[in-house]
C-alpha cells in the first residue's frame, strides 16, 4: 500500500487506539494500521474499523452498567435495534431515505 502524501510505501503495525468517547477514555489494544514511515500518516483497514467500533461499543456498554445508566446489556442492545428499526422507517417515510440501506449507521449509548 502506497501513502497517498508522499508516495512511499506504507508498513502494517501494531498499536493501541485511544480515543475520548462520552466522556471515557476508550482505548482498544493491539489493532493492526498502515503507518507510513515518511510522513507518518496512519491508514485504517475496514476490518480494523470493525474491529475497533464493536471493542469500543462493547467497552462502552460495561461502563454504563457500571455506572448504573443500564440495568442488562443484552436489553440494552435489543431496545437500541428497536430503536434503530422506528428510526430508519420514520426516515423513510419523511423521505430522507429510499431504502433501509441508505440509512446512516447509528450508536446509541
Do not use: S
Request: glycine share 8%; hydrophobic share 30%.
Amino acid at each position: 500500500m502506497r501513502c497517498k502524501f508522499c508516495g512511499r510505501d506504507m508498513v502494517k503495525v501494531v498499536t493501541p487506539f485511544k480515543r475520548p468517547v462520552k466522556g471515557e477514555m476508550i482505548t482498544v489494544k493491539d489493532i493492526e494500521v498502515y503507518r507510513c514511515p515518511g510522513c507518518g500518516a496512519t491508514f485504517f483497514p475496514n476490518e480494523t474499523i470493525k474491529h475497533t467500533g464493536r471493542k469500543v461499543g462493547e467497552k462502552l456498554l460495561k461502563v454504563a452498567k457500571e455506572r448504573g445508566r443500564i440495568k442488562d446489556e443484552k436489553e440494552h442492545l435489543r431496545e437500541m435495534e428497536e430503536q434503530k428499526k422506528i428510526d430508519i422507517e420514520d426516515g423513510i417515510k419523511r423521505g430522507e431515505y429510499k431504502k433501509k440501506k441508505d440509512a446512516p449507521l447509528k450508536v446509541f449509548t
